[in-house]
């Protein structure tokens, strides 16, 4: 089933020089983009995104961590997209995360784990509502979906 779902390149991938590197893994892999932009995250939509994490004792630090410097906000659409995309972000902690992943390949800290993707279904539509307005996701066709994708059924 074509799902949509939320990346955030986090504020140490930005300033790592590494945002270019993380969308051109999912574009390779054949998703396709359907919203991106540069944000600067204020508190108000900081503790909005991460609100179920809120009284956790790592909250405050994960607000005061991306307000702290932009971020870029992706929106990506593909089969099965938002469990193929957590999978290529790779476990939480960048220590036990597998190689080939994004955090395996390229992070060590969990404070620092450059990427955010969302988790399931409602949480997806959820983050996209929250990051981008309606008009900021576009729809449009890929020629080269004939050939990622297929003849369509
Ligand atoms: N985090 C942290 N310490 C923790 C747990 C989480 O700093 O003990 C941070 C980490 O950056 C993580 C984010 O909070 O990516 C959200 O946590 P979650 O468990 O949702 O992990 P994710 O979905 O990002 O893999
Ligand atoms: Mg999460």
């Known amino acids: 089933m074509t799902e949509r779902t939320l ?11 590494l945002t270019g590197r993380i969308l051109a ?8 983009i359907v919203g991106l932009k540069l944000v600067k995250v204020d508190r108000d939509l900081a503790e909005r995104h991460y609100a179920v994490h809120k009284g956790k004792p790592f909250f405050e630090g994960l ?4 307000t702290s410097s932009p ?7 593909g089969p099965s997209a938002i469990g193929m995309v957590r999978t290529m972000v790779g476990a939480t902690k960048p220590t036990e995360a597998a190689p080939g992943t994004i955090r395996g390949d390229l992070a060590v800290e969990m404070g620092q784990n450059l990427i955010h993707a969302s988790d399931g279904a409602e949480t997806a539509v959820a983050e996209l509502a929250l990051w981008f307005r ?11 979906d004939r050939w990622v994708i297929g003849p369509k059924g």
């Open 63 to 66: 607000v005061a961590f991306i």
């Open 71 to 77: 971020l870029v906000a992706i929106a990506l659409e």
């Open 7 to 17: 990346v955030l390149v986090k504020p140490d991938g930005v300033q790592r020089q």
């Open 25 to 32: 893994r999912f574009e390779e892999r054949g998703l396709k």
């Open 134 to 144: 309606a008009d900021e996701l576009v729809d449009y066709e890929r020629e080269i």
